[in-house]
């Protein structure tokens, strides 16, 4: 199975470097920086590629320019560019399966208590806005190409050296007895994925998807109470929970699905706040 990578020294990137490299796959990666491991290639842009005589089995982009890394006035413009030379590739290159990493962030304020992938966009910021525009992008560059398409929508992904998302400031806020603030601890959460399982999920697409396109929502096995999530993450790190309810917090919502949920490679929250307990220090 022939991989190229977009982003691949990102945080979901490095982490699929390994995992790829785990189960031996051919890897290409996009980046600026060199490869993890020796034996795989390397492209500083997609477009230093030689397109002729070349096809890949999937293509999985993760560049993006994020709140996180970036201004917020800068990463429409940047994604932009990214998503452009990104669909310029799809164009040009055979790939039977090509993976477009989304976020949540589509959809804007969500004003209603379960959010499924039919939900109507509400006033997102520059980042969704620009990854609304980069799915459809994809979508319409793939039109009339001999391709799968699959867009996730991601929550926050957890794993060794994540972003400071809500997962990873929750952690961190009790480890050094700093106080949480939430909206409700009767609220709850699937806000999360296992990096490892973004992983398995777009290999399980790539076997079973039957569509040319879908768009899922990724999300946690289970559905746990604020509260509950608190008092887990307290005895996972041995230290009490300080926190304080507060409207200042964003509303709660459960991500769900309409379709496709079968397909989702998933882990319960009490394993991903263990399994960041044990990788945190390592």
Same mark, same amino acid.
């Given at each position: 199975?022939? &991989?190229?990578?977009?982003? *691949? ?5 490095? /982490? +699929? ?15 600026? %920086?060199?490869?993890? +491991? @020796? ?16 096809? +890949? =089995? !999937?293509?999985?982009?993760? !560049? *993006?320019?994020?709140?996180?890394? /970036? /201004? ?19 164009? %040009? ?9 989304? /976020?949540?962030?589509?959809?804007? %304020? ?5 959010? =499924? ?15 609304? #525009?980069?799915?459809?992008? #994809? ?9 799968? &398409? ?19 400031? $929750? ?20 806000? !999360?994925? $296992?990096?490892? @399982? $973004? ?5 399980? $697409?790539?076997?079973?998807? %039957? ?8 999300? !946690? ?9 608190? @008092? ?38 009490? @394993?991903?706040?263990?399994? +960041?307990? *044990?990788?945190?220090? *390592?």
């Amino acid at each position: 199975m022939r &991989i190229i990578i977009t982003g *691949a020294n990102g945080f979901i990137g490095s /982490s +699929f470097q390994n995992l790829f490299k785990k189960y031996k796959y051919d890897l290409t990666i996009i980046s600026t %920086k060199p490869p993890l +491991f @020796d034996g795989i290639k390397r492209f500083k842009s997609l477009r230093e590629i030689n397109y002729e005589n070349l096809e +890949f =089995d !999937a293509l999985i982009h993760c !560049a *993006a320019s994020t709140p996180l890394n /970036s /201004s917020i006035e800068d990463v429409l413009k940047i994604n932009r560019l990214i998503d452009k030379e990104f669909c310029n590739f799809v164009e %040009k290159v055979p790939i039977k399966h090509v993976f477009y990493l989304s /976020s949540m962030a589509v959809y804007g %304020k969500i004003e209603v208590d379960k959010v =499924d992938e039919y939900q109507v966009i509400n006033n997102p910021n520059n980042y969704g806005i620009s990854k609304l #525009l980069g799915e459809e992008d #994809l979508i319409n560059c793939s039109k009339f190409l001999d391709n799968r &398409i699959s867009i996730i929508r991601l929550p926050g992904v957890v794993g060794r050296n994540m972003p400071s998302t809500f997962f990873r400031k $929750l952690y961190e806020s009790i480890l050094n007895q700093k106080e949480v603030k939430i909206r409700s601890i009767s609220a709850e959460f699937n806000n !999360a994925i $296992l990096v490892k @399982d $973004l992983f398995f999920t777009i290999i399980n $697409l790539f076997k079973k998807q %039957k569509e040319k396109k879908i768009i899922v929502n990724h999300h !946690a096995k289970n559905i746990m109470k604020m509260g509950n999530l608190l @008092d887990f993450f307290s005895v996972t790190i041995g230290k009490d929970c300080i926190y304080k309810e507060s409207n200042e917090c964003n509303p709660p919502f459960i991500i769900t699905n309409k379709n496709n949920s079968d397909l989702l490679i998933q882990t319960t929250i009490e @394993d991903m706040i263990k399994h +960041f307990h *044990a990788s945190y220090f *390592a």
